[in-house]
Protein backbone atom coordinates (compact mmCIF):
# COMPACT_ATOMS: atom_id res chain seq x y z
CA UNK A 1 0.00 0.00 0.00
CA UNK A 2 1.21 3.68 -0.84
CA UNK A 3 0.42 6.22 0.59
CA UNK A 4 0.98 10.27 0.06
CA UNK A 5 0.40 12.30 2.28
CA UNK A 6 0.13 16.39 1.24
CA UNK A 7 1.34 19.36 4.05
CA UNK A 8 1.63 22.95 4.60
CA UNK A 9 -1.76 24.62 2.81
CA UNK A 10 -3.37 27.47 4.45
CA UNK A 11 -4.81 30.67 4.58
CA UNK A 12 -2.17 33.89 3.09
CA UNK A 13 -2.83 37.02 2.07
CA UNK A 14 -2.01 38.15 -1.31
CA UNK A 15 1.91 38.29 -2.16
CA UNK A 16 2.80 35.53 0.46
CA UNK A 17 4.65 32.44 0.37
CA UNK A 18 3.65 28.88 1.53
CA UNK A 19 5.46 26.04 1.32
CA UNK A 20 3.50 22.50 0.28
CA UNK A 21 5.12 19.15 1.14
CA UNK A 22 4.24 15.69 -0.05
CA UNK A 23 5.45 12.56 1.51
CA UNK A 24 5.12 9.13 -0.21
CA UNK A 25 5.14 6.17 2.16
CA UNK A 26 4.34 2.41 2.13
CA UNK A 27 5.47 -0.16 -0.21
CA UNK A 28 7.78 1.66 -2.78
CA UNK A 29 10.81 0.63 -4.69
CA UNK A 30 11.63 3.72 -6.83
CA UNK A 31 9.22 6.83 -7.58
CA UNK A 32 9.76 8.16 -11.23
CA UNK A 33 7.41 11.57 -11.35
CA UNK A 34 6.09 13.87 -8.87
CA UNK A 35 3.54 16.58 -9.21
CA UNK A 36 1.59 19.23 -8.00
CA UNK A 37 -2.05 19.67 -9.41
CA UNK A 38 -4.73 22.19 -8.34
CA UNK A 39 -8.46 22.45 -8.42
CA UNK A 40 -10.46 25.85 -7.88
CA UNK A 41 -13.81 25.42 -7.41
CA UNK A 42 -15.44 24.80 -10.67
CA UNK A 43 -12.46 24.53 -12.50
CA UNK A 44 -10.49 21.29 -13.94
CA UNK A 45 -7.88 20.04 -11.93
CA UNK A 46 -4.63 21.40 -13.94
CA UNK A 47 -0.81 20.81 -13.83
CA UNK A 48 1.45 22.94 -11.74
CA UNK A 49 4.39 21.74 -11.68
CA UNK A 50 6.20 18.69 -12.70
CA UNK A 51 9.38 17.23 -12.04
CA UNK A 52 11.42 13.63 -13.05
CA UNK A 53 13.59 11.65 -11.06
CA UNK A 54 16.26 13.48 -12.90
CA UNK A 55 15.32 16.99 -11.98
CA UNK A 56 13.23 18.23 -15.38
CA UNK A 57 11.10 20.24 -14.63
CA UNK A 58 7.79 22.29 -16.01
CA UNK A 59 5.81 24.55 -14.75
CA UNK A 60 1.97 25.91 -15.79
CA UNK A 61 2.61 29.23 -17.42
CA UNK A 62 0.79 31.32 -14.86
CA UNK A 63 2.98 30.10 -11.70
CA UNK A 64 6.61 30.20 -13.69
CA UNK A 65 8.79 32.73 -11.72
CA UNK A 66 7.04 32.52 -8.85
CA UNK A 67 6.38 28.72 -7.76
CA UNK A 68 9.66 25.90 -7.86
CA UNK A 69 9.23 22.26 -7.03
CA UNK A 70 11.65 20.54 -5.63
CA UNK A 71 11.87 17.10 -4.37
CA UNK A 72 14.15 14.93 -2.22
CA UNK A 73 14.54 11.52 -3.30
CA UNK A 74 15.73 10.52 -0.14
CA UNK A 75 12.74 10.99 1.72
CA UNK A 76 10.56 10.48 -1.15
CA UNK A 77 9.24 13.76 -0.70
CA UNK A 78 8.71 16.53 -3.01
CA UNK A 79 7.89 20.01 -2.30
CA UNK A 80 5.91 22.89 -4.17
CA UNK A 81 7.78 26.63 -2.87
CA UNK A 82 4.67 29.18 -3.43
CA UNK A 83 5.93 32.85 -3.95
CA UNK A 84 3.90 36.33 -4.66
CA UNK A 85 0.65 34.08 -4.25
CA UNK A 86 -2.18 35.48 -5.69
CA UNK A 87 -5.85 35.17 -4.97
CA UNK A 88 -6.16 33.02 -8.02
CA UNK A 89 -3.93 30.44 -7.43
CA UNK A 90 -6.41 29.77 -4.45
CA UNK A 91 -7.31 25.85 -4.93
CA UNK A 92 -6.97 22.11 -3.67
CA UNK A 93 -3.26 21.68 -4.45
CA UNK A 94 -3.26 17.84 -4.79
CA UNK A 95 0.34 15.78 -5.04
CA UNK A 96 0.72 12.98 -7.97
CA UNK A 97 3.86 10.53 -8.09
CA UNK A 98 4.67 7.51 -10.52
CA UNK A 99 5.51 4.71 -8.15
CA UNK A 100 6.96 1.39 -8.99
CA UNK A 101 6.06 -0.91 -5.62
CA UNK A 102 8.36 -3.93 -4.60
CA UNK A 103 8.21 -7.06 -7.48
CA UNK A 104 6.21 -5.03 -9.64
CA UNK A 105 7.28 -4.38 -13.33
CA UNK A 106 5.85 -1.34 -13.95
CA UNK A 107 4.91 2.08 -12.16
CA UNK A 108 1.37 3.29 -10.76
CA UNK A 109 0.03 6.28 -10.06
CA UNK A 110 -1.27 7.79 -6.74
CA UNK A 111 -2.81 10.48 -5.16
CA UNK A 112 -2.94 12.53 -2.17
CA UNK A 113 -5.63 13.78 -0.58
CA UNK A 114 -5.27 17.40 -0.97
CA UNK A 115 -4.49 20.48 0.70
CA UNK A 116 -6.38 23.86 0.76
CA UNK A 117 -4.57 26.84 -0.27
CA UNK A 118 -6.27 30.21 0.07
CA UNK A 119 -5.21 33.63 -0.80
CA UNK A 120 -7.10 36.21 0.25
CA UNK A 121 -6.95 39.49 2.33
Known amino acids: QVQLVESGGGLVQPGGSLRLSCAAS????????MAWYRQAPGKQRELVAR???????NYVDSVKGRFTISRDNAKNTVYLQMNSLKPEDTAVYYCNAWIRPPGSMGFSNYWGQGTQVTVSS
Open 26 to 33: GSIFSINA
Open 51 to 57: MTRGDST
